[in-house]
């Protein structure tokens, strides 16, 4: 059984720095295309980073460029986003997915499996 686990959110103040953690089971996600989505309350769920399949490139939003940055430690299975200088606008539920299609446009229909996500909420 596949299982996605976000952990990390918390409240945070504008500048801050965080680290969200998902962990995987019941698939390789080295194997999988993998990525971090976010949903504020009122918006459509948008893609934020994600690895295309097979360690390919890694897209980041332009909404995140320069502070998103995605990672993966295969040996335990676990996805990371790790933000830097969070913003207010960065406020939302955090969702980590895996997908074995390519994921080559980073959007939610790509990927097949989905945490329950993590909330993210920063104080200005």
């Known amino acids: 059984q596949v299982q996605l686990v976000e952990s990390g959110g918390g409240l945070v103040q504008s500048g801050d720095s965080l680290t969200l953690s998902c962990a995987a089971s019941g698939i390789t996600l080295d194997d999988h295309a993998i990525g971090w989505f976010r949903q504020a309350p009122g918006k459509e769920r948008e893609g934020v980073s994600c690895i295309r399949s097979g360690d390919g490139p890694i897209y980041y939003a332009d909404s995140g460029k320069g502070r998103f940055t995605i990672s993966k430690d295969n040996a335990k299975n676990t996805v990371y986003l790790h933000i830097n200088t969070l913003k207010p606008e960065d406020t939302a539920v955090y969702y980590c997915?895996?997908?074995?299609?390519?994921?080559?446009?980073?959007?939610?229909?790509?990927?097949?499996?989905w945490g329950q996500g993590t909330q993210v909420t920063v104080s200005s």
């Open positions: 997915a895996a997908g074995w299609r390519h994921g080559r446009l980073c959007l939610p229909y790509e990927y097949d499996y």
